[in-house]
């Protein structure tokens, strides 16, 4: 064995035996440890299947998410003995140069995959006969039949078509008042009297999904929305059989593949139907269990006809923690509430200090480093104003990637101070101020952009008040750019950046769901743990308790905590950051009290003494703002210090011997497609001039008329 690839083996077994009390054996056991194939080195089951096949005696393999080791359980010590001889430092996967490293240990990790799946899960086997699956089949492809017209109604993972109601992928909801043409077809009549007749569903599917898979494709994991259907979800397996992927909705994340046969009815009620999400991971092969084991299985062209019935009303169910009937009811009511002015401003003001201002204080210089360059028509927009022209940006999000253009004058506001003083250091002229009450005349700017600003405002109210302060100050004939994250995260069968950055495989792959927090206390549900590597998508570590919301707020009791690297499905929520901590390096502590050369006590007595050619950071006369402000003070190492109260900060992380990371939640209300364009033109004397999609933002550009 190589002595790199041992040490790292070596490496591998200490942190088992810490984290999971799996210790090494040094005679030979049933549980193998394969040391570099896991699934952040790109290994998968198929490929160690594959590996493992000349000995058919495999009995589980464990893939554990987010790392690069794997587990092999044999079904004897002596089949794990030859296996471990054939191929311990000889045959790699996928035809590699890299040989796999193994280790034998006393079991294996609690987590292994599970194949039999019953919380409301049901299969019959063979539930039509050939000549129905060759008919359905032929249906399928004729000139009449349901994939006619593939290039209307393709998506990226397969082919698909509708019938009775047009089920949406992106939110996996029907529109109940917008009823298709195409009912479904009279072939099928025979099955939907058959599933009513053995009671399999009360009432006849009026829904009617056709999917086509290739060879690789598949769909990703999905829960369908409470309130679109009733309890029961068919699905009816023809051409080619494959595992379909179960996950629970929850902290322990439970996972089960799941065999479909050919010719087999999928039926999913209760629990598999409300809280488990399923899907098709897209690959070539399965890994099927048998009575001998685990084999691989080639797939073959599929084809699926998934029955619904439309729910009327909304979905009664008990699960409150995913059930969107009972989530949009909270928050709908207090959207009532906001529009009829029963929630004071104090109440709305709590939530945005709490979640969105004290959050962006602490997370300001990571999140700095996460923003490597502006939006690419953000700055066709600056570029395009005239000679002269008087620039202001609400939010300071993207104001330190901005160059400083010599033809323009600029200016910056934000609440977050952190944020601002990262803005000052870079050469921008910035003030501390709310986006509600801009401190300028009348029609005294040229040009207004605001990037990833208005998402943090709580209410429609105060959202447009937003844009009635940014018509106020802009001259007649003044635009502005407005950026805003979409509900829309796919579009054009193009996912957007944010989803893209999901690293997750098949094992620790994001469903498109959020986690319920109990009571909006600190904002921060224990519960929502995430298992992607980057740091703001994590959800794991310490938590930050900042202060209660009062009692007496009639916000709503609770929001729904997102899971990072997903699609949306509410559009008000908290988004966890997860704070990256610094590393202490030598410059770090020659400035806790090393030697310090020249230039770094140069540098510091400017800090400390204030420089005269730092541009000052212009405090307005905002109320709200003033009170923020009031309860801080700047000291000379760059840490906020509140009165009778002192937060962590990345710096105090460096030192710390606490490991755990802290998590911070910030307030977003995503934007359905048309929303903004709205809401612009509810103040009168504004008119959109132009909406675009980018990166799974909805910006618009909009005028001043009057």
């Not at 802009?474 to 635009?479: D, E, K, S």
């Amino acid at each position: 064995m190589e002595g790199k690839a041992k040490k790292k083996i070596k490496r591998c077994l200490c942190l088992l035996e810490k984290e999971h009390n799996i210790c090494a054996s040094e005679t030979p056991t049933r549980f193998l440890f394969v040391g570099n194939a896991g699934l952040t080195t790109g290994a998968d089951e198929a490929s160690l299947v594959e590996v493992f096949s000349s000995n058919s005696c495999l009995e589980s393999l464990t893939m554990v998410p987010g790392k690069q080791y794997s587990f092999a359980t044999f079904t004897s010590e002596q089949r794990a003995q030859e296996i471990y001889e054939a191929v311990h430092g000889k045959i790699g996967i996928n035809s590699s140069d890299n040989p796999l490293y193994m280790a034998y240990v006393d079991r294996n990790t609690p987590v292994p995959i599970k194949y039999k799946f019953k919380s409301g899960f049901m299969c019959i086997q063979r539930d039509i006969t050939y000549k129905t699956d060759a008919l359905l089949i032929i249906f399928v492809f004729t000139a009449a039949g349901p994939l006619n017209n593939i290039d209307e109604y393709s998506l990226k993972h397969r082919q698909v078509r509708h019938f009775g109601y047009e089920f949406k992928y992106g939110s996996n909801c029907v529109d109940k008042d917008e009823p298709l043409m195409d009912q479904i077809p009279e072939l099928l009549n025979p099955i939907l009297e058959k599933i009513t007749s053995q009671n399999i569903m009360e009432y006849t599917p009026d829904q009617l999904t056709v999917n086509r898979y290739l060879p690789g494709q598949g769909i990703p994991p999905h829960v369908d929305t409470h309130s679109s259907f009733t309890d029961e979800i068919l699905s009816l397996s023809l051409g080619s059989a494959v595992i379909m992927d179960f996950r629970e909705v929850s902290e322990d994340g439970q996972h089960y593949a799941v065999y479909l046969p050919p010719r087999s009815l999928c039926i999913m009620s209760g629990p598999a139907r409300y809280i488990w999400s399923h899907g098709i991971c897209p690959r070539m092969t399965d890994v099927v269990p048998s009575v001998s084991g685990l084999h691989l299985h080639s797939r073959k062209e599929r084809v699926s006809f998934t029955f619904r019935k439309i729910r009327s009303g909304e979905c009664p169910c008990e699960h409150t923690k995913v059930c969107d009937s009972f989530i949009r009811n909270q928050l709908e009511n207090f959207d009532k509430d906001n529009d009829s002015g029963s929630i004071d401003i104090k109440s709305a003001w709590e939530l945005e200090h709490q979640h969105v201002q004290k959050v962006y204080d602490q997370i300001a210089p990571h999140f700095s480093q996460t923003r490597h360059k502006p939006w690419p028509r953000v700055l066709q927009f600056i570029y395009l104003l005239y000679k002269g022209s008087f620039l202001l940006e609400v939010g300071c999000t993207g104001t330190k990637k901005i160059p400083l253009l010599p033809k323009t004058w600029s200016l910056g506001c934000d609440t977050s101070v952190e944020l601002l003083k990262i803005c000052q250091d870079r050469g921008h002229e910035v003030f501390a101020t709310n986006c509600l009450s801009l401190p300028y005349r009348d029609a005294n700017v040229d040009a207004v952009i605001s990037i990833a600003v208005i998402h943090h405002l709580c209410t429609k109210e105060r959202r447009r008040a937003s844009f009635q302060e940014m018509h106020r100050v802009l001259r007649i004939g003044g635009r502005g750019l407005i950026y805003v994250w979409a509900v829309e995260q796919e579009r054009g069968n193009k996912l957007s950046a944010y989803l893209k950055q999901n690293k997750n495989n098949r094992y620790s792959q994001s469903y498109a769901g959020i986690v319920l927090s109990g009571e909006l206390k600190s904002g921060v549900d224990r519960r929502n743990k995430s298992v992607n590597d980057t740091y703001e998508e994590e959800s794991t570590g310490k938590e930050i308790n900042s202060e209660n919301i009062n009692e007496n707020s009639k916000l709503p009791s609770s929001l729904p905590i997102h899971k990072n690297r997903t699609e949306f499905i509410q559009q008000d929520m908290l988004v966890p950051w997860k704070l990256k901590p610094q590393k202490i390096t030598k410059q770090n502590k020659a400035q806790d009290g090393s030697k310090k050369d020249k230039s770094q006590n140069k540098k510091q007595n400017k800090a400390q003494d204030g420089s005269k050619n730092d541009k000052p950071i212009h405090e307005s006369a905002i109320n709200d703002t003033n009170e923020t402000l009031s309860n801080f003070h700047i000291t000379n190492n760059s840490k906020i210090i509140r009165s009778n109260e002192k937060d962590i900060t990345a710096g105090d992380l460096s030192s710390s011997k606490d490991l755990s990371v802290p998590v911070f939640n910030r307030y977003y209300h995503v934007f359905r497609e048309g929303e903004l364009e709205n809401l612009i033109e509810e103040v009168e004397g504004l008119k959109v001039v132009e909406t675009y999609y980018d990166e799974g933002n909805w910006c618009c550009i909009f005028e001043k008329l009057l």
